[in-house]
């Protein structure tokens, strides 16, 4: 091209070799060589956790967090530096943390951590801190010593609380899993980890959200969705002081559901809408028990008393949990009679098979009219005419 020389490659590449041996890549030089330091350090670090060799781990710096994990069965542990704030003799590294529990989890959960370091005279780096990012939630760790309650299906993983009581969620998601496989199917990993943490602002710390967002909600459950066949590591995290306020019925009802969610991970896609996934999992906590629909929706029957009969289906912003939760309690109740609707008129299994034809679609236009189409041989309009009308039916 005009305006430009040829020149020989040799000479090029010997040029190129001597800027990176003054000025590096990245940063330059020290900058490389402190971030391979501080990697090594954290998988001498990583390994000691999983060989539970408190000597080794003190080795790489502060011990706070090694008791907590004491309990913790751990498969996996590892960091991964992706950045590191270097001044002088101290730094602060961002790693992320992929850890996976013994027996329950085939994916790993990623999360994001901030950890302090300091150098010695020695220039041998150590960790001063370990906490979570900023915008990153807790690990139950973090909250205090974990305690460890083994299921027969279930793993309870709690802080702050006696083992009697984690006995006892893990005796509900004992026999919450085999009642999801019963309406689900047994094409899931059929266990379930609960993390029960002391109180509802470690439930908050957990998700990294303020405690406010989630007054009066018994659990939730975490995980990746998708439906590349991976099976995400799911977390049921229980609110203690809601779940606490519940009967019997009510906690197995509410394990139950988390469990749903569970199963059906792998098959929920942001096609999926709330009402579809959060009703499904309360007709599979309602199913096979004896509530009537007027005790299982209270909040709708009085608005169907009223002669407020909902004009369609609730939109997903009906479910936020720092909204009005009479009407996120219509919401939740609504999507449930949608479900229960499907499997009186159509079928258990076709529930099931609707279900995971509108998670299959790569995004939510059109994925539940043609779920309807295809599955129930029904259009949007005529199902949500006949939901109304069951809806009135039930608890007029």
Known sequence: MAGRRRVSGAPVMALCLLLVS?????????????????????????????????????????????????????????????????????????????????????????????????????????????RPAEKS?????????????????????????????????????DRAVPAVSDAWGREWARSVVVLVPETLEGMAGLLGSPASSYRGIAAVTTGATGTDGRAPADRVIVNPEAFGLLGDQGRQVVLTHETAHVATRSHTSAATPLWLSEGFADWVGYRGG????????????????????PDGLPDDEDFGFAGDADRLARAYESGWLACRLIADHWGEDRLGAFYRAVGAHEDREGAVEDAMHRILGTTREEFTARWREYVRDALG
Do not use: I, M
């Open 22 to 130: 003054l000025v590096g890549c990245g940063g330059g030089p020290a900058v490389d060589a402190a971030r391979a330091e501080v990697q090594s350090l954290l998988d001498r670090r990583a390994e000691a956790v999983l060989d539970r060799d408190a000597a080794a781990y003190a080795r790489t710096g502060t011990r706070a967090g090694f008791a907590n994990l004491r309990a913790v069965p751990l498969a996996d542990w590892s960091y991964r530096v992706t950045a590191l704030d270097r001044t002088g003799d101290t730094a602060t590294a961002s790693a992320d943390l992929s850890y996976r529990v013994e027996g329950h989890d085939r994916s790993p959960v990623t999360t994001a951590r901030s950890l302090g370091l300091s150098r010695d005279r020695d220039g041998r780096w150590s960790v001063d801190s370990d």
């Open 137 to 173: 939630g807790q690990q139950l760790w973090d909250q205090g010593a974990a305690h460890a309650v083994r299921g027969g299906r279930s793993l309870v993983l709690g802080v702050g609380q006696p083992d009697g009581k984690l006995r006892e969620y893990a005796e509900l998601a």
């Open 290 to 309: 004896d509530r009537a629909p007027a005790e299982a929706a209270p909040e709708l029957a009085r608005a169907v008393g009223r002669g407020e009969v």
